[in-house]
């Protein structure tokens, strides 16, 4: 079983910037994939970026690639979401997932595992 534990949600600016955090405990990591997605009021949960925890190669929504970057620190066992140029259509609850295996993911019924959600908001 996976914990995820995701933090740095807030309010911000349009133009600004935030860097989420994700905790992950419970198991070694070698074989996963970690995943960020965001759910907006009225909308479905959407992907938003990835990356495979070995190797490390990144995979980005259209929306959000050249102004989000998805990284990972293996020491700490922690994935982060770097988000610059944030726009009002940004605002969502952010939620960090994982699940196990070699390819790319990116629908919610390809993770098992996902974290309670950190409310972003962007002000115009």
């Known amino acids: 079983q996976v914990q995820l534990v995701e933090s740095g949600g807030g309010l911000v600016q349009a133009g600004g910037s935030l860097r989420l955090s994700c905790s992950a405990s419970g198991r070694t990591f070698g074989s996963y994939f970690m995943g960020w997605f965001r759910q907006a009021p009225g909308k479905e949960r959407e992907f938003v970026a990835g990356?495979?925890?070995?190797?490390?190669?990144?995979y980005y929504a259209d929306s959000v690639k050249g102004r989000f970057t998805i990284s990972k620190d293996n020491a700490k066992n922690a994935v982060y979401l770097q988000m610059n140029s944030l726009k009002p259509e940004d605002t969502a609850v952010y939620y960090c997932?994982?699940?196990?295996?070699?390819?790319?993911?990116?629908?919610?019924?390809?993770?098992?595992?996902w974290g309670q959600g950190t409310q972003v908001t962007v002000s115009s």
């Open positions: 997932a994982a699940t196990r295996g070699g390819g790319v993911y990116t629908t919610t019924a390809d993770f098992g595992s």
């Open positions: 990356i495979r925890w070995i190797g490390g190669s990144t």
